[in-house]
C-alpha cells in the first residue's frame, strides 16, 4: 500500500486513513521516524505507562499464555464460596 503525502510549511505529513487502517494506528498515537539507506521509514510505536511495564515483560506474557491454554483446556478450580475456601484449596 503506497501514497504520495505532501510535507506542510511545518514539515508535516497526514498518513491516509487506510494505511492507518491496516496498520492498527489511530489519531494520537505516536510514530517513530527512522532514516535508513537516505529513505524515511515510519514505525507506529505505543506508549506504556511505566506503572504497567510489569505486564509486558517476557516472563509475565509467559505466564498469561499459559493461563490462556489451562482455560482453553478447561483446567480450572472448582466454585468457592469464601477467599478462605480458596486458600485452602491453594494450600493443598
Not at 482455560?71 to 485452602?88: M, N, P, T, V, Y
Request: proline share 3%; glycine share 6%.
Amino acid at each position: 500500500m503506497n501514497g504520495i503525502m505532501k510535507i506542510s510549511s511545518q514539515g508535516q505529513i497526514r498518513i491516509p486513513k487506510k494505511i492507518m487502517i491496516a496498520l492498527g494506528i489511530e489519531k494520537g498515537d505516536y510514530i517513530e521516524v527512522v532514516m535508513e539507506n537516505h529513505q524515511i521509514v515510519l514505525k507506529p510505536r505505543k506508549l506504556i505507562d511505566p506503572t504497567q511495564g510489569w505486564y509486558w515483560t517476557k516472563e509475565w506474557q509467559e505466564m498469561e499464555t499459559d493461563v490462556d491454554r489451562e482455560i482453553e483446556e478447561k483446567q480450572l478450580s472448582e466454585k468457592f464460596r469464601s477467599a478462605e475456601d480458596g486458600l485452602k484449596w491453594l494450600k493443598k
